[in-house]
C-alpha cells in the first residue's frame, strides 16, 4: 500500500511541469500545461514551455458566414492553408481537422509543427504546437493532449 502510494507521488511529481489546467480563450476552453508561461502576440495566446523546447499558440474566431455547416467551415480552413495531410477528428463533439508538419529550424535542426483546427459554424479555432523534433517524444502526447481537448462554450442568451 505504501509502496502504490509513493509510486503514485513520485509519478505524478514527474509530469508536474506538463500538469493541464482550463484556460479560456474568448468562448474555447482549452486544457494548457500551467507551468507554461503565457503571453499574447499578435493577437494569439502563446503557451511557452518552461525548457524553451516547445510552445503553442491558441486563436479563436468568428465564422462570417452564417448557417454555415461545422464541417464546411473545418474543411475550408484546412483548404486556405494547404489541403493535404489533414486527418480528419472530431473534438469536443465538433468537426476538426490535424496535420503533421516538419521544417529545419535556423539553428540547423528540425521542428515539428502540430497543427490542430476546428469548427462548430460559429466559432473557429486553431492549436499550433511548435517543437524541436529531438524532443517529439516529450512533447508530442502533449501536445494531442492540448489540441484534443477544446471545447467551445455556448453562452445562454
Avoid: H
Avoid at 523546447?53 to 474566431?61: C, E, H, I, K, P
Avoid at 473545418?74 to 490535424?98: F, H, M, S, Y
Amino acid at each position: 500500500m505504501m509502496l502504490g502510494t509513493l509510486l503514485t507521488m513520485v509519478v505524478a511529481a514527474g509530469g508536474s511541469a506538463d500538469a493541464l489546467a482550463n484556460f479560456q480563450v474568448k468562448n474555447v476552453a482549452v486544457q494548457v500545461p500551467a507551468a507554461w508561461q503565457r503571453s499574447v502576440e499578435d493577437g494569439s495566446t502563446k503557451f511557452l514551455a518552461p525548457s524553451g523546447d516547445a510552445y503553442f499558440l491558441v486563436d479563436v474566431g468568428t465564422v462570417q458566414t452564417a448557417g454555415m455547416k461545422a464541417q464546411v467551415c473545418v474543411d475550408k480552413i484546412t483548404a486556405g492553408i494547404g489541403g493535404t495531410g489533414w486527418e480528419k477528428l472530431k473534438v469536443g463533439g465538433q468537426p476538426a481537422a490535424k496535420r503533421l508538419d516538419s521544417d529545419a529550424s535556423t539553428n540547423g535542426g528540425v521542428v515539428d509543427t502540430v497543427t490542430y483546427v476546428g469548427c462548430d459554424g460559429r466559432t473557429t479555432w486553431s492549436i499550433v504546437f511548435f517543437m524541436e523534433q529531438a524532443k517529439k517524444a516529450r512533447f508530442s502526447t502533449l501536445a494531442d493532449k492540448v489540441g484534443t481537448s477544446v471545447k467551445i462554450q455556448r453562452a445562454g442568451k
